[in-house]
């Protein structure tokens, strides 16, 4: 067994098992989040974890409840579960199980996954005769419930990931169903990547006594990313993506719209330049969203264009670039965005378009994250460079993101920022999840590989 590269995870107090599969895949030490979260999560404490994605999370919860579930083996109940995990989409429900998976090999868990998009009944089968670990998306949890071919009257362990979007996507509702089903004796652990009021009231009304753990202030973005933007017309933002995918560095790029339908006329324009792309819906089969992401994943494709929404289950390594083709009206989302770069200790560049009716989203963005983003100025044919006031934002000097393109400057890492506001906000973000749709859209193009690239070292688990 590999242990000596676990010190770390060792002194964590974990089951040999787990360490020999950490250990399998290469895992040296546990993020901040890990460090803090494991250990109350094996003396059964209660837990609101503060994290954004790519901060490891995942395992910070994953391991420690198939610890407690190896501590203390049990048959299966029939059309019961011992581990609920309700996520808000299909993709990052799918990126938990293979966690569970990944880390469990050594132990066998029994583990499910129900989500739409593929045969109820199928799902009604695999847990006739119980599970120990069952990940869900709400809607379809509730659809198992219905048909009774599953109750929580046996949970031992409940998990909320990723909160605030859940709220974003109006299923809070089906959540207090879901905990009102739920034995009153049982530990919660409740993440969320920001916490508005109604989020807070939902984690004082489900958790007992917990532990806050936030590994960094809501709203920050990552220090090794090097942001700017482009003011650029509306009809000039398809020729200038083409133009930056054809010019920068890239090795996997994310690229945001606001809606399905601008994922559709970006992957238009992509094709109409020779740049031959793909495009998956929320109305695409699960298998069909499945076969891409893996594509992505593995490197066949390069270039993936995404809804906010959409987004949130993507949990890929060697991201080296997003850009904001649409600015978000929600200045929460652009740290969400920016944060799928720069993840397992590598730099990233976050490139956002800003037209003229898009200023309002940035002033709130740079309000937000409490910096000025370096800007230039693409309007009319003009080429202009960053100012110095943008690139000497409060007094720092640029730094160099170490991709060898044309990437420009580095900004300031962000302070702690304010949490969300009000009414506006939530009926922003309610405009937002119908524009995009149940589950947003994600489009693909096929670029070519830049020769020679190393991906980065994996260090610890997500």
């Known amino acids: 067994m590999k242990d ?43 837990i609101i974890g503060i994290a954004q994605t790519g901060t490891g999370k995942t395992a910070a919860f994953a391991l420690p409840i198939l610890h407690r579930l190896a501590a203390a083996p049990r048959r299966c109940e029939p059309r019961r579960c011992r581990v609920l995990v309700l996520s808000p989409t299909r993709e990052l429900s799918a990126q938990i199980v293979e966690s569970f998976t990944t880390y469990g090999r050594y132990l066998s868990p029994r583990v499910a996954l129900a989500i739409g998009g593929v045969s109820l ?21 509730l659809d198992l419930i219905q048909q009774r071919a599953l109750g929580l009257d046996g949970v031992e362990i409940f998990v909320l990931d ?53 590994v960094t202030p809501a709203a920050t973005t990552v220090e090794r990313i090097a942001q700017r933007v482009i003011h650029v017309e509306r009809a000039g933002k398809p020729a200038l993506l083409a133009e930056l995918l054809r010019r920068e560095t890239i090795d996997r790029v994310l690229v ?38 893996t594509a992505f994943r593995t490197g066949r494709v390069r270039t993936l264009v995404a809804t906010d929404i959409a987004a ?12 904001n083709y649409d600015l978000p009206n929600v200045p929460e989302s652009y740290v969400h965005r ?24 940035l002033r709130d963005i740079e309000k937000l994250i409490r910096m000025t983003i370096p800007a230039t100025d693409h309007r009319g044919g003009r080429r202009t460079q960053p100012t110095p006031q943008a690139q000497h934002a409060r007094g720092h000097s640029p730094r160099r993101n170490g991709h060898n393109g044309h990437n420009g400057h580095k900004a300031e890492p962000a302070r702690h920022a304010p949490q969300p506001n009000g009414a506006a906000a939530r009926a922003s973000r309610k405009a937002q999840v119908t524009n995009g749709g149940d589950i947003g859209a994600i489009a693909f193009m096929r670029a070519p ?8 070292e994996r260090r610890a688990p997500r």
């Open 162 to 214: 990723e909160a605030d979007r859940m709220l974003d996507m109006g299923f809070i509702h089906d959540i207090r169903k879901i905990v009102a089903k739920l034995p009153r004796q049982r530990q919660t652990l409740f993440f969320s990547a920001t916490m508005p009021r109604e989020i807070a009231d939902l984690a004082a009304q489900m958790l007992r006594d917990p532990v806050k753990v936030a």
């Open 256 to 293: 945001f719209t606001r809606t399905k339908r601008g994922a559709d006329k970006v992957v238009r324009a992509l094709a109409k330049g020779g740049l031959a792309a793909e495009a998956i819906h929320g109305n695409k089969s699960q298998n069909q969203r499945e076969r891409v992401l």
């Open 449 to 456: 590989r830049r020769p020679g690239t190393p991906q980065p």
């Open 338 to 361: 920016i944060g799928r770069t720069a993840r397992a200790g590598a730099d990233g560049v976050a490139i956002s378009f800003c037209d003229a009716e898009e200023r309002p989203f």
């Open 4 to 46: 000596s590269a676990l010190p770390q995870f060792l002194a964590l107090g974990l089951a040999a098992p787990i360490t020999r599969a950490l250990a399998d895949e290469q895992y040296t030490h546990p993020t901040p989040i890990q460090a803090q979260t494991i250990p109350q999560a094996l003396a059964a404490r209660d």
């Open 312 to 323: 949130r289950g993507i949990d890929v390594e060697g991201i080296s670039h997003v850009i």
């Open 121 to 141: 009944n199928q799902q009604i089968r695999a847990l006739v005769g119980g599970v120990d670990i069952l990940v869900a998306t709400p809607g379809r949890l």
